[in-house]
């Protein structure tokens, strides 16, 4: 069946096509009685307009933005899926792209986002330049989730990396190890407190830190233990990784180089994503609310479409430690 038109939505409710897109626009000039006609005849048929044309075509858009940084990592998905239910309840529609963790992609992607004309920008994990966040800030309300910002015209909203990582070290030190490694996130969103809480962590408890340059990926992760491995005669008891997709490429490289998981070295990821509650997979890792992180955004960027509010707004939630199966004591 053909999908119902304006023009079919105006045959049944017996008035002009103009008059039905004064209807889907919110007009205030439509008469209550042919404002209910026209929503009984489109209820009827199943039309729905189109959101972007009617956002388009209105001075109010009921569209927002939102660009993940990898399409790939399972803890944008998930924060976008907060994100979007809690838009929806509010009458409001996502368009979502990705900038691929790249710079130059991100700009593009802000600018394609931007063209929508929407009601605010989430933008999650970006690495794009300040200048380009506050250059679009000025177009359009936005909210940062994984990264921080000191900008008045940017709300954020983040859990703290930097106790995250303190968390990881704690747990492994409790459980015996003292050669604990950190795969970093490199350049990646919220990287540097991740590092800085394990290098702190580890330095509190009398402990050498070791950091080895790694990505927000699992392919990096496996990258990185390979480097490891041959750089180090004895590899490290416990890896705290950047996150829990670059522990899967990490278990996978251990795993490969005929090193068990945890018996001869313990892994620990960050985010609890889907991914880490697999059976198989089973990891332990650091919890960040991923869905909470998402409707907060939401919130942040309603407050200011709707509200007015112009002071920026910054939620640090608290993470906390996951368990699983991919620690345990040392071999002895």
Known sequence: MARPTMEDVARVANVSRALVSLVMRGSPKVSAQRRTAVLEAAEQLGYSPHVMARALASRTSTVLGVMLSDL???????????????????GFELIINSGGRSPARERRALNSLLSFRPAGLALLGPVVPSAAIESAAEQSPIVLVSRSSRLSTVDTVNDDGEAGSR???????????????????????????????????????????EVFRSEYTDAAGAKAIKEMLLARETPPTAIVAANDYNAVGAISALEEAGLRVPQDVSVIGYDNTSLASMRHVSLTTIDQPRTEMGRLAAEALLQRVREGRAEPVRKLLHPKLVTRSTTCPPPA
């Open 167 to 209: 968390m990881a070290v704690d747990h492994l030190v409790s459980l015996g190890h003292s050669r604990i490694a950190h795969l970093d996130g490199g350049g990646g969103s919220q990287s540097a407190l991740r590092r800085r809480g394990f290098q702190i962590a580890m330095r509190d408890h009398g402990l050498e830190p």
């Open 72 to 90: 790939h990592n399972p803890f944008f998905a998930e924060v976008a899926e907060g994100l979007d239910a809690a838009a929806r309840a509010e």
